[in-house]
């Protein structure tokens, strides 16, 4: 089925609902005033599906302006459009695809769709390899067992996976030992070398992830590590020391690859919506095949809340309605996401391809130039880490920076080490921060705590400017019981849902990326003038613009043996 057309006056429509955005902003300014008129403000912003709370009392949203947002969502048939998209339908219109990643996590319980069932199919051989590595039957070709394994692979390939295998507690579920897990996305060699130096060829399986087989990076760090399992592993016994993931089945079997060890992907899955396919491998090998199974179990749940549940209570929906306020209406420029959780310290990086390579565009659907912005940089760290160093721009800063602020109120392991005296304290400062961002202090609270504080009334006069915190500064809280694999997956489906509903509201594409492929175009006929200066010193340089022949020349010069 095609993509439906976008309605002719989505444009107008946005435009109408921005300036009666703007108009509520105006009437109602501060977030502080909305409690005062709204005692039971703290409790009406509050909604919860599949593990998440959405806390949205200290964002800038009021009813007045849910309703408009609510009214722009159906303006735009956003229901409709998510029920396509759970359908499988192709609203990937300049691919002419599908984007049916929730099919990879619709597997269980007799899963129909033709998309489900493939991926159940997958599902079952990639338990079946970490099986084998977690109790030994997977052995190299010297008859060893398996002690390391190296994802290599980037984009989507690496940013899901990374986060996941490092969000949970490593080692829970498997019969035996596990495998150590290293990821390798970089083409600077530093990063694939270092892991290499700990590892032994006979002992370490290494698995190549790229959807097309035709990834530069991912390509050349396969072939640096098959030249390097080739020092100890016989070349017609590779096959016990690769694995590949890739919808080109033909060229990963060509690179050395047994076929019976290529994983399948679809062209209805894109990469950053892949970790939830065969690309999971890396999870299912360093926290089991249970683990793999709550996360896709989450991420499902997820899945069911956003299909059914009413747009006024559905947290993707929720979410994206108030990104287009403070994006559109009130003019934020970037999103803060800080987790409150050292195991979620990559979630900003996942999330910047997922949020930015999705709605970083510039044109409509139909081709048109958009008259409005849509995605914010999303940037981000760990609390409290945060808090010593770029939390003094969110307070006090000249722009106004929305944030998720992401809460698990419960720690997911034990430690006897004064274990829950820090996570209560690494609470209270997420509330606190939360506090401080909307109450902020003024200039007679500053005034009077520096008087206190025994300064003289000159000197604390000339001091209070410089500790007043305006306040008024819109975020939202993203809470869970606990960190674990299945509020994980759910979480990660909630912002993927909350992307696609920003790009409806945008009317935009979020399943292309046509932007990264112009300097990939680029690359390679400089690479090839670079490989020809190295190799005839003092010759000129091929043709291309000055400022690269430039570098292409001081590159050469740098290299001189």
Known sequence: MTTPPQPANACAELKRCVTQLREISRRQPDINDMFARDPKRAREWQCSAAGITLDLCRSAIDHSALRCLLDYAKSQSLAEKIQQLLDGEQLNNTERRAAHHSALRAIFNGAEHEHAQVARQTFDRVCAVA??????????ALGKPIRDVINIGIGGSDLGPRLVCDALDHGQAQAGPVPTLHFVSNIDPVELDR????????????????????????????????????????????????????????????????????FPLWDWVGGRYSLWSAIGLSIAIAHGADHFEQLLRGAHAMDQHFGSAALAQNLPVLLAANDLLNINALGARSIAVLPYCHQLK????????LCMESNGKRVTQDGEIVQHATCPVIWGSSGTVGQHSFHQLLHQGTENIPVDFILPLRPNHASAFNDDARHR??????????????????????????????????????????????????????????????????????????VFVQSVFWSINAFDQWGVELGKQLGGPIDTAMRDAAERPGAAIAKTDAVTARWISAYQQANID
């Open 195 to 262: 892991i290499l130096n700990h590892c032994q060829p006979a002992t370490t399986l290494v698995i190549i992830a790229s959807k097309t087989f035709g990834t530069l990076e991912t390509l050349q760090n396969a072939r640096a590590a098959r030249q390097w399992l080739l020092r100890d592993v016989p070349e017609k016994d590779l096959g016990k020391h690769l694995l590949g993931i890739s919808a080109n089945t033909a060229k990963a079997c060509e690179f050395g690859i047994e076929a019976d060890n290529v």
């Open 346 to 353: 990559l979630l900003p990086d996942y999330l910047q391809q």
């Open 425 to 498: 304290q690494l609470v209270a400062n997420c509330l606190a921060q939360s506090k401080a961002l909307t109450e902020g202090k003024n200039a007679a609270q500053a005034l009077a705590e520096l008087r206190a504080a025994g300064i003289d009334q000159a000197e604390a006069e000339r001091l209070a400017p410089h500790k007043v915190i305006p306040g008024n500064r819109p975020h939202n809280i993203l809470a869970m019981q606990q960190l674990n694999a299945t509020t994980l997956g759910a979480l990660i489906a909630l912002y993927e849902h909350r």
């Open 131 to 140: 099986t084998q590595l977690h109790d030994g039957s997977w052995r190299g």
